[in-house]
């Protein structure tokens, strides 16, 4: 079945021209692998060198543009954007496999991402005094050069645009590879936006990491790369970026631990939360819950009250209203999911699966699957260990506080974490223990003001905290002083 294909299928983007290659690779529905949403063009290294060209030379004039007129053109783009937001929502839902409530979320978020960048923008460029100096010294912002978005396939939209859009109002101009399990959205949408800024300050070039990427890395020009994916992508991007001296912005995988103390409130809102941090986006979230500790005391309250709330589960195609959670995005990840939980199956951990099929007739036709606990499985088996990405989370009991912290951290990942007390200073003692980027109390989520972004620590992530909707991550600072 090959539906209708959008406008922007097998399109890429260089210097405000919009081109398309012959080498196409099919985007497929998860819902429905028979259904080709649309092509990808496999962009060529040429392609890339060409983009990177357009994106040099639009820099030099974006950067010397006035603050003023890059937040009004930013504005501008925003609300162009914003009333087409409807017509991409069943598009996302195709191509990805979110719920219809989840895509329209992510869409509306990335509207959100350039209008209140375009609000920090004055404030946060006004050059800083520094006082108490025998001179006077003011720091002062300059954008860096061409920056590379490198962006995933699970939550493609949001993530391109909180590292493209920061990038563009700093003064940079951007070079994005969506991902090629999921990039028409993220194109229909920057197809939107980009006449409201020079030719060249947005190229877009699509096609696999081995070329795309490689070639973005390997550029000299590009200054600056933002990537987010999987860790083991991460390291073979600073390899590859190692010929020059780079700023690389990386949000990597994760394996976020939930602590649930003996004093934890499990009421009806609680455990809501705790199931959404665990299924959102169908636990294809690199700050999802990977791994449940709970005090024994309150183990089997867990279990039984999760059991309950995974049964209420939905799981069907997106885009039918009474689908609560989606498919996996692709086939690769699904065989992994499924192998792992056939194997931790036959091992001595307990899986029990919840949930019901939204159309049971359809179901092999998709990327399905219902959600799992597992119970009766150590810490040190591979469920635990490894970054499932998939509607499976394991529930291990303690009784020591320190050995959970421990057990916690016992990971090379330190993206997320929560814990889960009825005592806030607790909480706050136990989260300077937790080897995280952040740290939720009694939930797990995402942070509901889009300026602050906090990468995670050890294999999970570069660079640090902003306050400022990564504004920060693509300038560089100068001191100037009389």
């Known amino acids: 079945m090959i539906s209708v294909f959008p406008e922007t299928s097998g399109q890429f983007l260089i210097n405000g021209e919009w081109k398309k290659t012959q080498d196409v690779a ?70 990805n496999g979110k719920t219809i409530v989840e895509a329209k979320k992510d869409l509306l978020r990335c509207v ?29 912002k300059r954008p860096r050069g061409v920056t590379a978005v490198i962006s995933p396939w699970n939550s493609p939209m949001i993530l391109t645009f909180k590292r493209a859009i920061p990038a563009i109002l700093a003064g940079n101009s951007v070079v994005i590879k969506p991902a090629t399990y999921c990039p028409l959205t993220v194109i229909s949408c920057l197809k939107e936006i980009e006449a409201s800024f020079p030719p060249g300050v947005i190229n877009v070039v699509t096609g696999s990491g081995s070329v795309v990427g490689e070639a973005l890395c390997n550029d000299t020009r590009v200054r ?8 083991e992508t991460g390291k073979q991007i600073m390899s590859q970026s190692a010929n020059s001296v780079k700023k690389l912005y990386m949000e990597l995988g994760g394996n976020d631990p939930a602590l649930i103390l003996d004093d934890a409130v499990l009421d009806e809102d609680a455990i809501k939360r705790i199931r959404m941090g665990i299924l959102r986006a169908s636990g294809q979230v690199c700050s999802a819950i990977k791994r449940i500790y709970v005090h024994k005391s309150r183990y089997d309250e867990l279990i039984d009250k999760l059991k309950k709330e995974f049964d209420r589960v939905v799981v069907g195609n997106g885009i039918q209203p009474d689908a609560t959670m989606g498919p996996i995005n692709n086939q690769t990840q699904y065989k992994f999911v499924t192998e792992l939980l056939e ?14 099929k939204l159309d049971a007739a359809s179901w092999d036709e998709g990327y399905f699957m219902l959600p799992s606990i597992v119970t009766n499985i150590s810490h040190d088996s591979e ?13 291990l009991p303690f009784t020591d506080l320190d050995e959970a912290v421990e057990m916690a951290n016992d990971t090379e ?9 009825a005592n ?59």
Not at 112 to 122: T, Y
Not at 123 to 137: F, H, L, M, N, R
Not at 383 to 395: A, M, R, S, W
Request: proline share 3%; aromatic share 8%; charged share 30%.
């Open 26 to 95: 099919n985007v497929i529905n998860p819902a429905k692998a028979t259904e080709v949403v649309g092509e990808v063009a496999l962009c060529s290294e040429t392609d890339v060198t060409k983009a990177i060209d357009a994106a040099e030379q639009a820099y030099k004039v974006w950067s010397r543009t006035s603050v003023e007129e890059r937040a009004e053109r930013m504005k501008e783009a925003s609300q162009k954007l914003s009333r087409v937001i409807e017509q991409h929502v069943s598009l996302f839902v195709r191509e």
């Open 383 to 395: 469920l635990v260990k490894t970054e499932q990405f998939g509607p499976i989370i394991p529930v």
């Open 112 to 140: 959100e991402v350039m209008s209140k960048g375009a609000d920090n923008l004055m404030e946060w460029w006004k050059p800083e005094p520094v006082e108490g100096q025998a001179q006077k010294v003011q720091i002062r």
């Open 424 to 482: 806030e200073d607790t909480a706050i003692a136990i989260a300077d223990r937790l080897e995280a980027g952040a740290v939720f109390h009694n939930n797990h989520t995402v942070f509901k003001d889009l300026r602050l972004d906090f990468p995670g620590i050890k294999e999970s992530g570069l660079s640090r905290e902003t306050r400022w909707g990564s504004l920060e991550l693509f300038t560089d600072s100068y001191g100037f002083a009389d």
């Open 413 to 421: 990942f330190g993206l997320r974490a929560s814990v889960w007390t």
């Open 224 to 231: 600056t790369i933002a990537f987010t994916g999987s860790t």
């Open 343 to 356: 194997r931790t199956k036959q091992s001595a951990a307990k899986v029990e699966t919840a949930g019901r």
